[in-house]
């Protein structure tokens, strides 16, 4: 009886929430786009606010406790690279409900367990599960009619949404530690997650597939893992490939920051509630970023806004790492917002030019994360050896390794298209 009623639920027509003028983009998809990207990365933006009550809780020092939200971020950013080749050809609905579900199981454990190796178990699967919704609503959104405008409106509305538990993650931490953080990110995703139902299955394409054994079978090792990734056949690899690895060094800058700011707000005086008041805050106001790349669009392409923003952006960030002023903190807080949301969809928009599927796309984000993993490492460790100065310096550093590769490759991607 289960069996046929799931069989029923699932064959059940969805509301279209693909426009139908490719101009226009519907409102209903904008929602549930932003219930993924919302989900998926809302363990990894809570670990800041985390990261003192984990460890008065299970009486560990830095080390321990930043390792666990690292492997839990590697988690992410692994899964959502594995399944870009799945969300092109599955229900992404199925794939990121099933996402959310065990999200929502590992945050309960996580919330209920005394025992570290338990809580390291289900943030690594909550890594896991959080991967599986970011894959889903990165693929759908590149597949929509124009990704660059998609990417850049989702990461605004995002932004609306995200601006809400820095503020609020303090209130459970405060009076019940780790226990009422990790209870307040369930509940976050009893209360989103249903909307995943009504993400768009993939585009179908005019010929099918053949059978998925017919096409491993022959193939290279090396081939069989990039089958199953769903990037062998993705056009333009050297081009894409060399794009990521400029990320991944921009984006381990972007992390070793990230795990600082409370520290940048206490060291200018400010307490826990008061940071995360300014996390939220400024953190809505910096989506003003977002606001001028969605009005921007492409109509100076993707590639010279990118590398402006970045260059903004990782001036503002060196800014967060010397500064020691509360006010100088929330500005300088609101600026490396506004910078990183207008950089977001020019580099989302510039994969998905490279392949319209939006398996680069999806690659994008995985790599984003896994360039992020590292940060509160390399970020420690620059800081016992030279203090704030030599964080800032190395994120100017890695900014503009990450500038010179993409204004190369990406040069030569647009005269290839020109031709």
Not at 273 to 282: F, H, P, V
Not at 387 to 412: E, K, N
Request: hydrophobic fraction near 55%; proline fraction near 5%; charged fraction near 15%.
């Amino acid at each position: 009886m289960w069996g046929a009623a799931h069989r029923s639920l699932w064959s059940r027509k969805r509301p279209e929430l693909t426009a139908k003028n490719g101009e226009q983009i519907s409102l209903g998809l904008l929602v549930v786009l932003t219930s993924c990207w919302f989900l998926a990365q809302m363990g990894y933006y809570a670990q800041a606010q985390l990261f003192g009550p984990v460890m008065e809780r299970y009486g560990l020092d830095e080390a321990a406790v930043g390792l666990m939200m690292s492997k839990e971020v590697m988690a992410y950013a692994l899964t959502a690279l594995l399944l870009a080749g799945p969300v092109t050809r599955y229900p992404r609905a199925r794939i990121a409900l099933l996402g959310g579900a065990i999200v929502f199981v590992c945050n309960v454990i996580a919330g209920y367990t005394d025992n570290f190796e338990v809580l390291r178990f289900a943030r690594l699967a909550a890594g896991f599960g959080a991967g599986m919704i970011g894959a889903a609503g990165t693929a759908a959104a590149a597949s929509t009619a124009n990704p660059q405008r998609v990417f850049a409106i989702v990461a605004v509305s995002w932004g609306v949404v995200a601006a809400i538990p820095p503020i609020l993650i303090p209130y459970a931490t405060v009076p019940f530690g780790a226990m009422g953080g990790y209870f307040g990110l369930a509940a976050a995703v009893l209360l989103i997650a249903p909307l995943f139902y009504w993400l768009p299955d993939p585009p179908r394409d005019d010929q099918p597939d053949t059978d998925a054994e017919t096409k491993l079978a022959g193939l290279s090792a090396m081939q069989r893992f990039a089958e199953r990734l769903g990037i062998r056949n993705a056009p333009n690899k050297g081009f894409a490939i060399a794009a990521l690895v400029a990320l991944f060094i921009y984006e381990m800058g972007q992390g070793s920051i990230q795990v600082f700011l409370e520290q940048f707000g206490l060291r200018g005086g400010l307490n826990e509630i008061r940071i995360g008041e300014i996390l939220g805050i400024a953190g809505f106001v910096g989506l003003s970023g977002g606001i001028v790349a969605a009005w921007l669009a492409d109509r100076f392409g993707n590639l010279r806004p990118a590398l402006i923003g970045i260059a903004l952006n990782v001036v503002v960030a060196a800014s967060l790492a010397l500064w020691t002023h509360s006010l100088a903190f929330a500005v300088l807080y609101v600026c490396w917002n506004a910078t990183f949301y207008f950089v977001v969809p020019y580099i989302l928009g510039i994969m998905a030019e490279m392949d319209r599927k939006g398996r680069w796309a999806v690659a994008t984000d995985a790599v984003w994360w896994m360039g992020a993993a590292p940060g509160p490492a390399i970020g420690g460790y620059v800081v016992a050896g030279a203090g704030y100065p030599g964080l800032a310096g190395l994120v100017v550093a890695l900014g503009i390794i990450a500038m010179i590769i993409f204004r190369i490759t990406l040069g030569r991607f647009y005269a290839t298209r020109s031709r």
